[in-house]
C-alpha cells in the first residue's frame, strides 16, 4: 500500500500546485499541454496495444465490457459520484455531466487507473513491498495533475479517492492476482487498456468523439478470462 499512497500524495501536491498557480498560467497554454498529453495518451494506448498477440481477443474484450459497463452503469455512476463530491465542495454554478469539476474528476481518474504500471506497481508493492514502480507512476501522475488541475479545476483531486481504492485493493489482492494472471493474460489486459487509454485521449482530452469510456473498465477483467477459456481448449 506504500506506493498507493505515495501515487495519491503526488496527485494532491500536482492538483494543488495547478489551482495554485493555474491562473497565471494563459488559457492557451493549458490548452496546448492538454491537447498534448492527449496525443501522447493515445500515443501510448496505441504502443500498449501492441502487446497483444491476438488482437481478436482485446476486440471479445471490449465488447463483452461495453455490455457488463453499460448493463451496471460504470460511466454514469462516476459521473454521480463526481456530481455529489461537486456539490459538496464546488462553489461552479454550471453543474451537471459537462461541469468542468465532473470532467477533471473523471479524466484523471481514468487516465491514473488504466496502465500496465497501476495494475503491476500495486501487485508488485503488495507481494513484496517493492514501489518502485508505482514511485514512477507517481512522478508522471504528479506532473498530469498539475496540468490537469490548472484547467480543469479541483475535480481531478478527488481522483485521489479512485486511485487508493483501486490500486490499494488491488495491493491487498495482489497475491491472489499473481497466482492466477499469466504472462499472456497480462498481455492482452495490457492492449485492452491500451485502447480504452485511446479512448480518454479521444473522448475527454482531445475531444474529438465523446465516448462513454468508463464503461469498458470490465474489459480489463474480461480479456484475461478469455484467455483463460481459450487455454483450456489448447487455443
Do not use: H
Not at 175 to 180: D, M, P, Y
Not at 200 to 217: C, D, H, T, W, Y
Amino acid at each position: 500500500m506504500t506506493g498507493t499512497f505515495i501515487n495519491v500524495a503526488a496527485i494532491l501536491i500536482g492538483g494543488t500546485i495547478g489551482l495554485l498557480f493555474g491562473a497565471r498560467i494563459p488559457d492557451k497554454f493549458k490548452n496546448t499541454v492538454i491537447a498534448g498529453m492527449g496525443l501522447f495518451t493515445a500515443a501510448l494506448g496505441l504502443q500498449m496495444f501492441f502487446e497483444s498477440k491476438n488482437s481478436l481477443i482485446v476486440l471479445g474484450a471490449l465488447i463483452l465490457g461495453a455490455l457488463l459497463g453499460e448493463w451496471i452503469g460504470i460511466e454514469d455512476g462516476l459521473q454521480t459520484f463526481g456530481q455529489m463530491l461537486e456539490k459538496r465542495f464546488s462553489r461552479e454554478t454550471e453543474t451537471g455531466s459537462n461541469s468542468k469539476f465532473v470532467r477533471g474528476f473523471m479524466v484523471a481518474s481514468l487516465l491514473f487507473c488504466i496502465g500496465p504500471i497501476a495494475i503491476l506497481g500495486s501487485i508488485q508493492d503488495g507481494l513484496t513491498g517493492d514501489y518502485k514502480l508505482l514511485a514512477v507512476k507517481s512522478t508522471l501522475d504528479g506532473f498530469a495533475s498539475i496540468a490537469f488541475a490548472s484547467t480543469l479545476g479541483v475535480g481531478v483531486l478527488f481522483s485521489s479517492l479512485i486511485i487508493l481504492i483501486y490500486q490499494g485493493g488491488v495491493s491487498l489482492l495482489a497475491n491472489q492476482l499473481n497466482a492466477i494472471v499469466t504472462d499472456p493474460m497480462m498481455s492482452e489486459m495490457t492492449a485492452t487498456g491500451g485502447v480504452i487509454l485511446m479512448g480518454v485521449a479521444f473522448s475527454n482530452l482531445l475531444e474529438i468523439k465523446k465516448i462513454r469510456v468508463g464503461n469498458f473498465l470490465p474489459a480489463l477483467i474480461a480479456a484475461p478470462l478469455i484467455v483463460w477459456g481459450l487455454s483450456l481448449f489448447g487455443l
